[in-house]
């Protein structure tokens, strides 16, 4: 059951990867610049902002399944349209409703499989969600690379189409998946949720987990006490994280890379589309890679540390491309093997660390009656941050680029220097202000702010 609902962490991934090998080809079939660019790209963040939006009302009201089956069409139709899509209007109305699906997967497939697992590999089962994008994301690169064709201006279209595969296994295979038992009880429907408990759940803890569910759906249908837990003085520090983590993970510039890798490739010198997304294709491997990494490593280190090693590691890794820029400008060839190297060094040290952590403190800071809303607040900032990274990638680029007198490659090492002020500028907001959540329980967390604790004190 968890790996076909996880396919909608796989489509996740895949469509917000697919655009980047399909860009460089885009651009020459269509003839658009790079304002186009952007708004082709931004506009399935677009839409992923308000499939997030609207789907915590939606799978209140309709059933987690229903709203993941609709994802599963609308991730079929979306990758049909976009590879058929007639000219750059067409393309970007395609692009705003394919992320309308990404968005709802966003939402409602980690909280499915949270109420679909077992207690005891809850966790478990829940961490993958990450990494099935991260794998989702590969997938895409790797299938964009055995369809690009320089000799074929077309054959991006034949990128999307792929989509179809993941889309129709999600459609096809949720459709005989049962609805999520807590919902159920959340509606009174008790005996069907019991039926599909007894068929997921150790018998020994049935009763148990079921009489819990039922005490925090209780807790939070009061809505009021949710609009006033919010107002309260304390619930500045969760909600100041959740916001901030996400605004630190997009604004290092993570999709600068995930979506115009291969276009950053061509400006480096690696001239030929093919080329370009090979290069890509790597960065894909390294994501999955340390993505794996990080999932040992996040109770072990610890999220400080791991907060520090991964934002160290890309203010020296940002640097270090925007280096390769400017020798490339200088000397040429060394310069564009540098900006290759330290790009998957950088990949390697944010998949290890703000990757997973972004999403996994969204989960920890709030208390339980907020815990969905609160972190739907969170996912929402990480589209809004990168929608907003993504639009302006180009546009900055050239601001910089005229600045040093209109040498791009100056322009692009600006870019770049900027995201690593970013990062630099995060560890020392994370020095003050990250917690230390380890090991702690969640009512633990809950209860310190309650009592006035700073994150520090944690
Ligand atoms: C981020 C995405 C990013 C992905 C890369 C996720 O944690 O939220 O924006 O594309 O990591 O693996």
Request: hydrophobic share 50%.
């Amino acid at each position: 059951m968890a790996s076909i609902a996880a396919t909608g962490g796989l489509l996740f991934g895949f469509d917000t990867g697919v655009i980047s090998g399909a860009l460089p080809f885009i651009k020459n079939d269509l003839n658009i610049g790079e304002s186009e660019v952007e708004d082709i790209t931004t506009f399935a963040i677009i839409g992923a902002m308000f499939g997030a939006l609207i789907s915590g009302y939606l799978s209140d009201k309709l059933g987690r399944k229903r709203i993941i089956l609709a994802a599963a069409l609308i991730f079929l139709v979306g990758a049909i349209t976009c590879g058929n899509a007639n000219g750059v209007g067409g393309l970007m109305a395609a692009r705003i409703f394919l992320g309308v699906g990404i968005g709802i997967a966003s939402f409602a497939t980690p909280l499915y499989l949270a109420e679909i697992s077992p207690a005891s590999i809850r966790g478990t089962l829940v961490s993958m969600f990450q990494l099935l994008i991260t794998i989702g994301i590969f997938g895409a690169f790797l299938s964009d690379g055995a369809i690009a064709d320089d000799a074929n201006p077309s054959c991006w279209r034949n990128m999307f189409y792929v989509g179809t595969i993941p889309a129709l296994v999600l459609l096809v295979g949720m459709f005989f998946l049962p609805e999520s038992p807590r919902w159920l009880l959340s509606k009174g429907r008790d005996n069907e949720a019991l039926k599909i408990m007894d068929k997921i759940e150790d018998p020994a803890v049935i009763a148990e987990e079921v009489n819990k569910m039922k005490s925090d759906i209780a807790q939070t249908k009061e809505e009021m006490s949710i609009a006033e837990t919010f107002k309260q003085k304390w619930m500045f520090f969760p909600l100041m994280l959740a916001v901030l983590i996400m605004f630190f993970q997009q604004a290092v510039g993570i999709n600068t890379v995930i979506y115009y890798g291969p276009s950053i490739f061509q400006k480096a010198g690696f001239e030929s589309g093919e080329a370009a997304i090979m290069a890509q294709v790597s960065v894909g491997a390294v994501n999955v890679l340390f993505a794996i990494a990080s999932l040992f490593l996040i109770d072990k280190l610890g999220r400080r540390k791991l907060f520090f090693l991964g934002m160290g590691g890309m203010v020296v890794t940002l640097l270090m491309i925007a280096y390769g820029f400017i020798s490339l400008a200088d000397d040429g060839a060394n310069g564009q093997y540098l900006v290759v190297a330290s790009m998957l060094l950088y990949i390697a040290f944010f998949a290890v660390s703000m990757g997973p952590l972004g999403w996994l403190i969204i989960t920890e800071v709030f208390p339980t009656k907020v815990r969905g809303v609160g972190s739907s607040i969170g996912s929402l900032s990480n589209w809004g941050f990168n929608a907003l990274i993504v639009w302006t990638f180009y546009k900055s680029i050239g601001a910089f680029t005229n600045a040093f007198d209109g040498k791009e490659s100056y322009g692009t090492a600006g870019v770049f220097t900027m995201f690593a002020i970013i990062a630099l500028i995060g560890i020392v907001w994370g020095y003050f202000f990250l917690p230390e959540t380890k090991g702690k329980k969640l009512d633990e967390i809950e209860n310190h702010w309650k009592n006035g604790g700073t994150p520090r004190t944690l």
